[in-house]
């Protein structure tokens, strides 16, 4: 009898599956497609070594340099003209010598001679408006770029430098070994270039009425480059679009403006009473105690009358910041401020908002609220946020700086607003509050890997966005359920990944070479994060591992591999074969279901089954017998049963060929018998997400791992015995699997209109 059990089992296997043997031969020609894709990423990741270890985590040799800066800034608002003098304070952490260090002067790129306007391919319209002809052909381009006047050591010698575009090489009058700090000094000016007309993540607006500039600024200063176990001195070109590399350091700033103007930045504001009136000071002790509402610093009123004027007095604010990778400061005399707190663990941060009466009233409502909303849900999914502040500044654009980052989103001229600006607004100023963790915290590499601080955070984004509507419910306008998140959620990415393969680029490509920027960057790594945690590893296993990346690199600069190691080291998830199809290639996920066959048991053989039979030398009445729906002998079973549902189960067939105490571990019946093949047209592998509906018109799913796809990428089929009738099979049934190609994925087919037919009825209508 056990001789039988295991006959019983093999002829089931193979009778079950008329592609048995087609499939093996399959599996055969295929197996080297298949073995890539399940292919561990030893070849793609650097070894680990004593700097970043196999697990993801800093090493036990881990090092990172610290640039600390002392600066004196000046505007001059009549000329729009930036002066500095900085004093770089570097400390070499490496092993390594230094013979020479590398500033980054990223303003260059608006220089005259910079050649980011030469690297883009342009053509002549037939038709062009006037104001853009003026600008292409009639107009000098803006002179922009650092005028350095000086390079000295701190005893004022001149250092020898030379500039090559936007980066600087200093040289050091003596080798800076391990453990040294060298101090030097750059004098600087530049003209601020306007950003609504000429563009750039810095700059100002000019408003015309009253002669007035908002301005933001950033890249302002020569900064230190990183040099690091990874690239050495990552001394990549600023062309415009590739963000940057910055070292973590200690700043202490003393910007001096017009002493009418209102001014925020990265830091502390060392010296609050100087600059403060006292209204300001009684105000500001009111926002800390201040946690539902944020309270006005600066009101409309006294800002609207503040911009009529012009003070020829100067004011200094002081900032000093501790361990930031940068720098960045608003500053108008056209500015409203408000300010709340928010509790975060044991401690108060406070969410801040800088914006014109412009911004109105979308800003004095949501920005704040926006910040602290950020601040909550971030420091939920990876640490507290350590900084003591977060500031929200209305500028047309969306660009982040520690502690302060410039967001759109304005009413019209009357203060009305669509949803379309709202709710730009909200998610733009949540998603740059939220690059303080990525990478303003967690020190990614931006001009390298753009994904690796934009997906990372665009991801974050959309949980932030999330709970925003739950805790403020009143910013949703009444059709809207949930927060309408424009990238997340996985049908959302669709459009893109299953485009046209010649504009498309793997993720892992640096910012300045990808297509669709925007879908490569951002929407497709947080997609696929948002797969991860939905589908691949569920909720628990992915926000442990996304909160151990983000506590072990916080304040530390990780690369790629240090992402996708921590990813797998800490939830036993093996996510190669994800990372390489989702991260190294552009193939997108279609799966269908190419095949549902139905089996009929019966003990009465067809020839087929006879010759099987005879093929394994066993009696025919000692088998049991599946046979396909249309196939010989079919018709024949269910007439002996009567209908369908008085088939005999297969327990009653081979009941017989078991002793009582065997029979008694037989505790299902099952009554249908299906073989359902899926085929993978897509190139990516991918869980299949099978939904079963049945006759009484229950469901039930049913997820096959992606491990199915490991010995044949093509089709593979799964032997389905049910004890009730299934009508229909759904693949997918949720879109959480980014499938391109859907019309394949329900049995039987579902019939929709063509869209000739809808065109038709339009027509008739
Ligand atoms: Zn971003």
Redesign the pocket.
């Known amino acids: 009898m056990k001789i039988f059990k295991f006959f019983l089992c093999a002829l089931l296997l193979t009778s079950f599956s008329t592609y048995a043997q087609d499939d093996e031969k399959a599996e055969r020609q295929q197996g080297h497609t298949n073995e890539n894709k399940f292919k561990q990423l030893y070849e793609e990741f650097s070894t680990p070594n004593v700097f970043r270890t196999g697990s993801g985590a800093p090493g036990p040799g881990y090092y990172q340099q610290q640039a600390d800066y002392k600066m004196d800034i000046e505007i001059d608002d009549d000329n729009a003209k930036l002066h500095g003098d900085e004093t770089i304070t570097y400390t070499n952490n490496s092993p390594d010598d230094l013979n020479y260090l590398w500033v980054q002067l990223d303003q260059n790129m608006r220089a005259r001679d910079s050649k980011t306007p030469l690297i883009s391919s342009s053509g002549i319209s037939p038709a062009t408006v006037s104001s853009r002809a003026v600008k292409s052909y009639l107009k000098e381009s803006f002179d922009g770029g650092f005028n350095i006047e000086h390079v000295k050591d701190v005893s004022g010698k001149d250092l020898p430098h030379t500039i090559n575009r936007t980066m600087m090489r200093v040289e050091l009058p003596k080798v800076l070994k391990s453990g040294e700090k060298f101090s030097f000094q750059i004098k600087w000016w530049y003209n601020i270039n306007d950003h609504v007309k000429d563009g750039g993540r810095s700059g100002y607006e000019y408003f015309e009425e009253n002669d007035n500039r908002i301005y933001v600024m950033a890249q302002f200063y020569p900064r230190m480059a990183v040099y690091n176990d990874v690239e050495g001195w990552q001394n990549s070109q600023f062309w415009g679009r590739d963000e940057f590399a910055l070292p973590f350091g200690n700043f202490d700033v003393n910007i001096t403006v017009p002493a009418d103007h209102i001014l925020d930045g990265t830091g502390y504001l060392v010296n609050r009473e100087d600059v403060f009136t006292k209204d300001m000071m009684k105000r500001f002790n009111k926002a800390k105690k201040s946690y539902d509402e944020p309270v006005m610093i600066v009101t409309q009123a006294e800002a609207e009358i503040t911009e009529k004027s012009k003070s020829k007095k100067k004011k200094t604010w002081k900032l000093s910041a501790q361990m930031v990778r940068d720098f960045g400061f608003a500053t108008s005399r056209k500015f409203l401020w408000d300010m709340m707190a928010v509790k975060l663990g044991e401690k108060d941060v406070m969410a801040v908002s800088l914006y014109s009466k412009e911004g109105n009233p979308l800003w004095e409502q949501w920005s704040t609220k926006s910040v602290a909303s950020t601040l909550r849900t971030y420091s939920r999914m990876t640490f507290d946020y350590p900084y003591h502040k977060a500031i929200s500044v209305h500028a047309p654009m969306?660009m982040?700086y520690p502690m302060i980052c410039y967001n759109f989103g304005r009413p019209d001229k009357d203060g009305n607003y669509s949803d379309r600006t709202k709710y730009g607004m909200i998610s733009v100023i949540i998603?740059?509050v939220g690059?303080n963790w990525f990478p303003m915290i967690v020190n990614s590499d931006e001009r390298q890997w753009t994904w690796m601080?934009?997906g990372l955070?665009?991801f974050s984004q959309y949980i932030a966005e999330q709970d925003f509507a739950e805790w403020y419910p009143a910013a949703l306008s009444p059709s809207d359920k949930a927060y309408p998140s424009r990238r997340g959620p996985a049908k959302n990415i669709v459009r893109y990944m299953g485009g046209n393969q010649d504009f498309i680029a793997p993720i892992m490509t640096k910012g300045l070479n990808t297509y669709q920027f925007g879908n490569n960057a951002?929407g497709k790594p947080a997609t696929a994060l948002n797969i991860l945690r939905e589908t691949i590893m569920g909720h628990d296993l992915f926000d442990y591992s996304f909160k151990e990346y983000a506590n072990r690199w916080k304040f530390k600069h990780p690369t790629p591999e240090d992402f996708f190691r921590t990813m797998e080291d800490a939830s036993a998830v093996d996510l190669d074969w994800f990372w390489r199809g989702w991260f190294y290639t552009t193939d997108y996920t279609d799966i269908g279901i190419k095949e549902v066959k139905r089996f009929a048991v019966t003990g009465t053989p067809n020839d087929n089954g006879k010759r099987l039979a005879e093929q394994y030398n066993r009696d025919p009445s000692s088998l049991v017998y599946f046979i396909e729906e249309g196939a010989e002998g079919y018709d024949d079973a269910i007439k002996s049963a009567g209908t369908i549902d008085n088939l005999p189960t297969v327990k009653e067939y081979i009941m017989d060929n078991f002793s009582p105490k065997e029979q008694k571990e037989f505790k299902t019946a099952p009554q249908y018998f299906y073989e359902v093949t899926f085929e993978k047209p897509g190139g990516l592998v991918m869980p299949i997400i099978v939904e079963f509906t049945y006759a009484d018109g229950t469901k039930k799913r049913e997820t096959y791992p992606v491990q199915i796809w490991r010995l044949n990428d093509k089709q593979v089929s799964k032997a389905i015995a049910s004890d009730k009738e299934i009508i229909s099979i759904a693949l997918d049934p949720d879109l959480e699997t980014a499938d391109v190609d859907t019309t394949n994925n329900a049995w039987p087919k579902e019939v929709k209109d063509s869209d000739f037919d809808k065109f038709k009825s339009k027509v008739r209508d």
Do not use: L, P, S, V
């Open positions: 969306g982040e998603h740059e690059h601080d934009e955070n665009t951002y």
